[in-house]
C-alpha cells in the first residue's frame, strides 16, 4: 500500500510550493485537473 499525497490548487504559484514540498517526502504525488463545469470550483 502507499500513500500518495494529492495537490489541489487553482494557482500556478501554490501548485509549485506544494509539489517543492511534497518532493522532500515523496515520489508521487496526485493531481486533480477540474474543468469549472464538472467540478464548479
Given at each position: 500500500?502507499?500513500?500518495?499525497?494529492?495537490?489541489?490548487t487553482?494557482?500556478?504559484d501554490?501548485?509549485r510550493?506544494?509539489?517543492?514540498?511534497?518532493?522532500?517526502?515523496?515520489?508521487?504525488?496526485?493531481?486533480?485537473?477540474?474543468?469549472?463545469?464538472?467540478?464548479?470550483?
Amino acid at each position: 500500500m502507499r500513500i500518495v499525497p494529492a495537490i489541489l490548487t487553482d494557482k500556478l504559484d501554490d501548485f509549485r510550493n506544494m509539489l517543492d514540498i511534497a518532493k522532500g517526502f515523496t515520489d508521487y504525488v496526485q493531481v486533480d485537473f477540474m474543468d469549472g463545469v464538472f467540478v464548479p470550483s
